[in-house]
């Protein structure tokens, strides 16, 4: 959501808060109809759609910040890709590697490590500012 967020500034610092507005309306309107079809399916099916739709409003601003701004699309996703792929493998292994017979204590070490083990991780393998 930040991510889409930010494009949705983009447009607004650049006056162009009429095509936000529209945007936004056009993507929620179909969400929304898409949501209605499918929420007696179960939670799971929900939870699924909630990704979708995240990731849906998030290449939907990715389409229009580079149609109208130049944005450059290949670019922005090969450095999400170095970033996310570490944080989602290193919170995979930290998950299943970790058994501490304390549920608190347990969720506890995960939290924290899952927190600390990406970021060294992403500063590794730093080599320019972002």
């Known amino acids: 959501m930040p991510l ?3 494009f949705g500034n983009i447009l607004s610092v650049e006056g162009r808060t009429d095509l936000y507005l529209k ?3 056009s993507v929620k ?4 109809i898409m949501f209605v079809l499918i929420h007696s399916y179960g939670i799971h099916v929900v939870l ?3 990704i979708f739709a995240t990731v849906f409003e998030w290449f939907v601003n990715i389409v229009i910040s580079h149609k109208y701004f130049k ?7 090969k450095r999400m890709v170095l970033i996310m792929v570490p944080i989602i493998i290193s919170s995979v292994l930290i998950n299943y590697s970790i058994n501490i017979n304390s ?11 899952s927190m600390i083990v990406p970021a060294g991780i992403l500063f590794l393998l ?5």
Not at 103 to 113: S, T
Not at 126 to 130: D, P
């Open 126 to 130: 730093s080599k320019e500012k972002v």
């Open 29 to 32: 309107l179909i969400l929304g």
């Open 71 to 77: 944005f450059p699309v290949l670019k922005y996703i």
């Open 23 to 25: 945007i936004r309306l």
């Open 4 to 6: 889409s967020n930010l």
């Open 103 to 113: 549920i608190v204590g347990g969720l506890a070490v995960k939290l924290i490590l």
């Open 48 to 50: 699924y759609f909630i």
